[in-house]
């Protein structure tokens, strides 16, 4: 199958497909006892993403047990970091540490944009690899964080509640945040473009984060960097599909759109989908957005809630998606009745 008549890039190209392409954020990950055991297998997260024999592996099993029209490389968003300089280590059942970046000491103590690929070769390989063994209609997704997102767990090294320690930075010192952002921004493009170099036919950007961006800094630290990096990859790819994650960029999406010229748009479960079809889909496709809860609650909710999604999305370019990652509680079968829901 050529890459233009896979499912998930119909869509992102503009077609409305009834029942629509679907994969999960996560959808490689602890809630699967085979993830679990590759993981094990690995030893640590980290040499997990870093070995493309296993990464490559555990990004098939998800596509082996439900057959989602899309596979999404197993990586993390904090490799760019790491890439960059910083020390990067997950603690077991707590999350991301990394050394801190606060000041111009710490901004020019950052490797340039040109050694990234001295640590992110491994990752180029697992795509690589993954073309080859994916089935032909299954699409194949990379992704990197946006630079915000990235920028919050670089100052405060680690994952923050209300993310205030990266936007004190930037009201203390914005000539080091504006820095740090223009530096992730290169980084990120570079990244993206390897990847797709590599085989990608979509990529995605993760800003998991823009939601706490205050009104007037979401355009400048949001939309802005997503927009070059948009560009650039298209000056090399032209027409090539992006899909954004401005997660609860709420009423900033349709500017979003608009200024980064994204080709699809996911949204978070706090998005009403009534409004993102009627606002955000004759713009651009719309990706997600069932609570990721349903997932471990199953049940009438979870086919209530996939059937609505189904048929309020039906008019247009939709790519069927959980409103953010499925979480390690989930239970595996809720994925198979989700799918048998949505292609009934
Ligand atoms: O979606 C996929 O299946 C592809 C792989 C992927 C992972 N992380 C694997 C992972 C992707 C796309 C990500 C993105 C990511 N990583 C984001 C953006 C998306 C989001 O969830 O908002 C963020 C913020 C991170 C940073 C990160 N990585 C955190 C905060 C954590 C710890 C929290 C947690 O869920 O454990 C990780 C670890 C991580 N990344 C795991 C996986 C499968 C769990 C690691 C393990 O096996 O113990």
Known sequence: MKTEDKALLRVLAGEALDPP???????????????????????????????????????????????FDAAILFADILLVPQALGADLWFVEGEGPRLSTLTDAAGLAALRP????????APIYETVRSLRGALPAETAL?????????????????????????????????????DGLMARLTEATTHYLLQQIDAGAE?????????????GPLFQRYATQPAAEIVTAIREKHPGFPVIGFPRQGGEKLPAF??????????????VDPVWAAEVLQPVACVQGNLDPTLMVAGGAAL?????????????????FNLGHGITPEADPRNVTRMLEALRA
Do not use: N
């Open 21 to 67: 392409p679907a994969w999960m954020m996560r959808q490689a990950g602890r809630y699967l006892p085979e993830y679990r055991a590759t993981r094990a297998k690995a030893g640590s997260f980290l040499d997990l993403c870093y070995t493309p024999e296993l990464a490559a592996e555990v990004t098939l099993q998800p596509i082996r047990r439900y057959g």
């Open 113 to 120: 944009v040109s050694a990234l690929d001295e640590t992110l």
């Open 141 to 177: 997704i990379g992704f990197a964080g946006a630079p915000w997102t990235v920028a919050t767990y670089m100052i405060a090294g680690r994952g923050t509640k209300d993310h205030a320690p990266a936007r004190a930075v930037r009201y203390r010192d914005p000539v080091v945040f």
């Open 202 to 214: 979509v990529v995605m950007l993760f800003d998991s984060w823009s939601g706490a961006l205050p």
């Open 257 to 270: 759109i608009a200024e980064t010229g994204v080709s699809a748009c996911a949204i978070d479960s706090g």
């Open 303 to 319: 086919e209530d809630g996939v059937r609505a999604l189904r048929r309020i999305f039906a008019g247009g370019p939709y790519i």
